[in-house]
């Protein structure tokens, strides 16, 4: 079993910045696909990256402006997201795969975070 926890959410002004972290507890997850998704009230919860053996996707919608990291030794994942927009308020969540390939839809992944709150206002 693997525990996730995300932190680093908050209210920040249209341009401004925040990191989200998800510290992931169970075991380590060096070898797994780990992902960030988001979801605004009355949507469905969206793509945003996912970091995997092979390298890190984007959304295009965040392309440019987020960047997803790892830190292994910490059995940590991080979402830095620049540029911010109003579009961007939603609760982000992490997610982690059993296995090292990357996906892209929620029902690929096994294990899941609470959800952090990002309001962006304009």
């Known amino acids: 079993q693997v525990q996730l926890v995300e932190s680093g959410g908050g209210l920040v002004q249209a341009g401004g910045s925040l990191t989200l972290s998800c510290a992931a507890s169970?075991?380590?997850?060096?070898?797994?696909?780990m992902g960030w998704f988001r979801q605004a009230p009355g949507k469905e919860r969206d793509f945003v990256a996912t970091?995997?053996?092979?390298?890190?996707l984007y959304a295009d919608s965040v392309k440019g402006r987020f960047t997803a990291s790892r830190d292994n030794a910490k059995n940590t994942v991080y979402l830095q997201m620049n540029s911010l927009k109003p579009e961007d308020t939603a609760v982000y969540y992490c997610?982690?795969?059993?296995?090292?390939?990357?996906?892209?839809?929620?029902?690929?992944?096994?294990?899941w975070g609470q959800g952090t709150q990002v309001t962006v206002s304009s």
């Open positions: 169970g075991r380590a997850i060096g070898n797994n696909a």
């Open positions: 970091i995997a053996w092979n390298g890190i």
């Open positions: 997610a982690a795969r059993s296995v090292r390939t990357a996906a892209l839809t929620p029902g690929n992944y096994d294990y």
